[in-house]
């Protein structure tokens, strides 16, 4: 079925730091997937009240038989963004890519660091609030808020959540990729002959932290989109995240050290989530639920 709506046909609501870099770079190369320039629309987390004409904008160049899609990990750290999104299609498809969080908070808070204003280590697993673009983003990793989002999310989507572990998609991206496209309903596009696993957006990778901040200044994301067309945009933001990842391959890349405090710490806020996210997958790795 063909349509003319600039809705999205499905959202990829997170977690952040859990391969939505990866995904937005690939999935936008599939002819019967559009995805807008803008990486992050982020538009029902701290975007939503610029409004629905200014969300459906950003699809308005979708061809008539693609599928379009919304990839956001800043979804799922937003509590209200799941409610925002219910509301606006409560039959729309969600893909959700979750990471242990005992690995994934060392990797959220090194980006968050490098690109925000953020407390030291510890305070920021205590809870805190960052500006992005104007807007405040709160963060809260308080009472099982990563397993209760999780349920929340199967519980009103039940039968159109496609949910993966992200360990299994270090070790098979492709076959990922190829459950994504069978989930959206698109061609398989993806395989052996057309696929590299390019790793993007790694942990370790060198970053341009003025830049990365200059991002998300108000404004400024919407004036690149005003004055560079979408293939170049997109061309450049690819090249940019290959090359700051090319040796991590080759070289060993040095770890941001952390407290045996502070990784008590960890253990102490996440062994919930930790057991909720292992019985999940207990019996498969990736599923429709």
């Known amino acids: 079925m063909v349509s003319d709506s600039p809705m999205p046909d499905a959202i990829m609501a997170g977690m952040s730091r859990a391969g939505t870099t990866f995904m937005y770079h690939y999935l936008q190369k599939h002819p019967d997937i559009f995805i807008p320039t803008r990486k992050e629309v982020c538009f029902f987390a701290h975007h939503f009240g610029r409004g629905l004409e200014w969300y459906h904008d950003f699809y308005k160049e979708k061809k008539r038989e693609q599928k379009t899609l919304d ?29 242990n969080p005992f690995e ?21 697993l205590q809870g805190c609030s960052v500006e992005r673009e104007g807007e405040t983003q709160h963060i809260d990793f308080s009472n099982q808020i990563i397993s209760k989002t999780i349920g929340n999310y199967l519980k009103l989507f039940k039968g159109n959540v496609l949910i993966y572990d992200f360990s299994y998609f270090e070790e098979d991206p492709l076959a990922v990729l190829n459950k994504i496209e069978t989930f959206l309903g698109v061609s398989n596009y993806f395989n052996e002959t057309n696929f590299q696993n390019h790793k993007i957006n790694a942990r370790g990778r060198k970053r341009v932290s003025w830049f990365a901040k200059l991002l998300h200044v108000k404004g400024v994301v919407d004036l690149i989109l005003k004055l560079f067309p979408r293939r170049l945009i997109l061309a450049i933001r690819e090249k940019l995240e290959q090359n700051a990842v090319k040796n991590l391959n080759v070289k060993q890349v040095k770890a941001k050290e952390y407290s045996s405090e502070e990784k008590a710490l960890v253990q102490e806020i996440f062994q919930a989530d930790h057991d909720y996210i292992r019985q999940l997958f207990e019996d498969a790795r990736i599923f429709v639920v």
């Open 104 to 124: 994934w908070i060392y990797s959220y808070y090194e980006q968050y660091s490098g690109t925000f204003d953020v407390p030291p280590f510890k305070e920021f």
């Open 71 to 99: 990839i956001c990990g800043v979804y799922f750290s937003t509590p209200e963004s799941l409610e925002r999104i219910y509301q606006y299609n409560p039959d729309i498809k969600i893909v959700l890519s979750i990471r």
